[in-house]
Nanobody, 117 residues
């Protein structure tokens, strides 16, 4: 059974940084394209960053240059380093397959990120 556990969220002032972690059982980061998503109140869930099996990364324009997605294959853990945070980054953040929205994959609990102005 696939399980995704996100952690590392919190309350931070604008301009600050957070590092999110994603631990998975049942999904091997080595063999799958993975992504970080976020969902703000009243908005649809959106993909903000993805990393392919080969290590290529992509970012939404809204986070490009501020967020960095990475993975530790040995520990099967994914990360999202978030710098220069803005109030509009406030959302619940999730990790999942990079095509999770299209495929209707199951989701973890996510981790709340709140950026104060």
């Amino acid at each position: 059974q696939v399980q995704l556990v996100e952690s590392g969220g919190g309350l931070v002032q604008a301009g600050g940084s957070l590092r999110l972690s994603c631990a998975s059982s049942g999904i091997l980061f080595r063999f799958n394209d993975m992504g970080w998503y976020r969902q703000a109140p009243g908005k649809q869930r959106e993909l903000v960053a993805s990393i392919s099996r080969g290590g290529s990364t992509k970012y939404a324009d809204s986070v490009k240059g501020r967020f960095t997605i990475s993975r530790d294959i040995a520990n099967n853990t994914g990360y999202l380093q978030m710098n220069s945070l803005k109030p509009e980054d406030t959302a619940v953040y999730y990790c999942n397959y990079a095509n999770a929205i299209q495929t209707g994959a199951n989701w973890g609990q996510g981790t709340q990120v709140t950026v104060s102005s």
